[in-house]
């Protein structure tokens, strides 16, 4: 079945310590999307990616990174400079083909500070 | 900034009873986009309602925009327990040229057996 693939489901980060949250589609979408959720809240914009070796900030950047090498894969990286990382991380994909489409998520990365 | 707000926050029904949401937005929109979220899992699309429709229709599903108030209603007819989720509105800003949505913080809706 096509869809979304995010690994882990559950982080654990140590202080100091850079993790990479996984994000695979076989959608053969273009565009796609990191972001963030906290208890109660709705969806903040990390990054996103409209095309192979080329990504935007969204609204809540700081103390994250990703790449995008390949059309099917969109890894996010947690960095040690993010001091407030406990969070739901949603990653989604779209086609831009015809303009704006419906976003298609995975399941979720639940990140911790040990 | 927020650009959706759904109202109400929480909304409690029994199984057989129509639910209804609500979402406000502040910009001129290309469209709005209705999603459901399960507990602890990703979201899931529901119906897209373009700027210059004013209704919209899937299933059990109807959603209606008022872009002259700038708000959108998601109704769920002859609900289910299955239903119980957390709705969010999202909207796609016109005017841009990227293909991001911002969301609400979402109607946790729970429906009883």
């Known amino acids: 079945d096509g869809g979304i693939t995010q690994s882990p489901k559950y982080l654990f980060r140590k202080e100091g310590q850079n993790v990479t949250l996984s994000c695979e589609q076989n959608?053969?979408?273009?565009?796609m999307y990191w972001y963030r959720q906290d208890p109660g809240q709705g969806l903040r914009l990390i990054y996103y990616?409209?095309?192979?070796?080329?990504?935007q900030k969204g609204d809540i950047a700081e103390g994250y990174s990703v790449s995008r090498e390949k059309k099917e894969s969109f890894p996010l990286t947690v960095t040690s400079a993010q001091k407030n990382p406990t969070a739901f991380y949603l990653c989604?994909?779209?086609?831009?083909?015809?303009?704006?489409?419906?976003?298609?998520f995975g399941d979720g990365t639940r990140l911790s500070i040990l | 900034s927020q650009q959706g707000e759904e109202d109400p926050q929480a909304l409690s029904i029994q199984e057989g009873e129509n639910a209804t949401m609500n979402c406000s937005y502040k910009?001129?929109?290309?469209?709005l986009q209705w999603y459901r979220q399960n507990s602890g899992r990703g979201l899931v699309h529901l119906i897209l309602?373009?700027?210059?429709?004013r209704e919209k229709h899937s299933g059990r599903l109807r959603v209606t925009l008022d872009t002259s108030k700038k708000s959108s209603s998601l109704l769920i007819t002859a609900s289910r327990a299955a239903d119980t989720a957390s709705y969010f509105c999202?909207?796609?800003?016109?005017?841009?040229?990227?293909?991001?949505?911002?969301f609400g913080k979402g109607t946790l809706l729970t429906v009883n057996p």
């Open positions: 989604a994909s779209s086609t831009i083909f015809q303009g704006r489409q419906p976003q298609h």
């Open positions: 959608l053969n979408h273009d565009a």
């Open positions: 990616s409209q095309i192979v070796n080329d990504f």
């Open positions: 910009t001129s929109i290309n469209n």
């Open positions: 309602i373009r700027s210059n429709e």
């Open positions: 999202a909207t796609d800003e016109s005017g841009g040229s990227n293909y991001k949505l911002t």
